[in-house]
């Protein structure tokens, strides 16, 4: 009995702040101001990352970058922020309509819409997850 | 060896400050302070981390107790002892804490508090699961083996740990001059759970942050300089094994992965480390980013 109603009260409060965050509406996603932002985002990747190209999803839900290499660097909502990942061998990549692009990896995954260059993007992509480790 | 243990009294706290911060935050409208799955994964490592340290918590306590049978001399139970016992814990727990950024064994352990991309006061209960298995308690052998009481040693810690609570928010600027200087702060906090290149590894002090400017790893909050929170190579998921486990997974696979001669630099090199320098350490991402700066200024 001695642990047992402590931790009773515990998974009771923790059901009840979760609750609460959900009541006051902390369920927002992140938006990408700019292309700066996602630019700066994605430096955070080993090595840097310059992007020579950048495309952000129409609500600012995420972006993809390429840089001079052909590298492309994901930035990916995550709740309320970001997560950045580069395109390796492994992932994968579709269109759905004319103008999404669809992507997973090995620990994410995301959806951006990008409009009419959303073709030209996922041949970047898939070179990237076609090309030796 | 029965002790007093002051995290169960402050759990009650814990929960109306989370409400009063959660409150706050829908008030003045920082839609982003708080986002309902991190907060479900912060309140779930940390209801999980007081049932490990349920668990650990003969082991650690014997441990003391035989470090105890040999120390040095006997302190004892006098007045003056607590307060003497709190800042050798507190200097300890410093040590730990620097362990913890810095090997990556230990860092595997700690990685999970900092993984929320979020600061707030649930943050503050992202302790982790696996500070027994990375032999943490070692670093208060020390105070067992001068002498201190093991079940003064302990109560100390708890006490520590309960400090650390309000310093993780955002509701707070900055504290009276002598308060920053002597006392971790928000302020100073908030530096530490930065992923900016320049304030990667400081401010390791738990309450007295005199630590951190006596060894040199101080650094105060810049206004132009806008945190970013969590980690480098940031979760990928809201997945709460996934915050307890993840840097013990990528280890184990870097350590089988490696040549034999650079196994065990897997283990105790600075997270971020590689036998081929394909990854980053926080020194070279703030040499990276220095370079790049001042690449900026010249013309």
Not at chain 1, 30 to 39: H, Y
Not at chain 2, 51 to 80: K, M, N, S
Request: with cysteine; hydrophobic share 50%.
């Amino acid at each position: 009995m001695g642990g047992t109603l402590p931790l009773a009260l515990s998974l009771l409060a923790v059901a009840a702040l979760i609750g609460l965050a959900r009541w006051l509406g902390f369920v927002k996603q992140g938006r990408l101001a700019d292309f700066r932002e996602a630019e700066e985002l994605a430096d955070s990747l080993p090595g840097g990352f310059r992007a020579v190209a950048t495309v952000l999803d129409q609500s600012g839900a995420g972006a993809l970058l390429r840089d001079a290499m052909g590298r492309i660097a994901v930035v990916a909502p995550k709740g309320a922020h970001f997560i950045i990942r580069l395109v390796a061998p492994g992932w994968r990549a579709q269109i759905i309509g004319a103008d999404v692009i669809q992507l997973s990896g090995p620990d994410s995954a995301c959806r951006l819409t990008i409009g009419p260059a959303a073709s030209d993007w996922l041949d970047a992509v898939l070179r990237q997850c076609e090309s030796p480790a | 060896m029965m002790g007093f243990d002051p995290i169960p009294y402050a759990i009650p706290a814990f929960v109306l400050l989370i409400v009063a911060e959660m409150v706050w935050a829908r008030a003045t409208a920082r839609h982003g302070a708080y986002e309902v799955r991190d907060t479900a994964v912060s309140l779930g490592l940390g209801l999980g981390s007081v049932v490990a340290g349920a668990l650990a918590a003969g082991a650690v306590a014997a441990t003391l107790d035989a470090a105890h049978q040999v120390a040095l001399w006997r302190i004892g139970w006098q007045w003056w002892s607590w307060p003497l016992c709190f800042v050798a814990d507190d200097l300890a727990y410093y040590w730990l804490h620097r362990a913890g950024h810095r090997v990556r064994w230990f860092w595997a352990s700690h990685v999970n508090h900092h993984s929320s991309q979020h600061y707030n006061l649930s943050t503050a209960l992202r302790q982790t699961w696996t500070g027994f298995i990375a032999v943490s308690f070692v670093f208060r052998l020390p105070l067992a083996l001068v002498g201190f009481e093991p079940a003064m040693i302990l109560a100390c810690a708890g006490i520590n740990l309960v400090y650390q609570f309000w310093i993780h928010t955002e509701a707070i600027g900055r504290m009276p001059r002598w308060f920053e200087a002597v006392m971790n702060t928000p302020t100073h906090h908030r530096v530490h759970h930065a992923t900016n290149s320049a304030y990667l590894d400081r401010n390791f002090a738990v309450t007295f942050i005199v630590w951190d400017r006596l060894f040199g790893t101080f650094m105060a909050e810049e206004p132009e300089r806008p945190i970013r929170y969590g980690i480098v190579h940031q979760l990928g998921s809201f997945n709460l094994f996934q915050a307890v486990f993840h840097e013990w997974r990528a280890m184990a696979r870097d350590v089988i992965a490696a040549p034999w001669r650079h196994k065990l630099g897997y283990l105790w090199r600075e997270p971020g480390w590689s036998h081929d320098g394909s990854r980053e350490t926080s020194d070279m991402l703030r040499q990276r980013h220095a370079r790049k700066a001042d690449n900026q200024q010249s013309p």
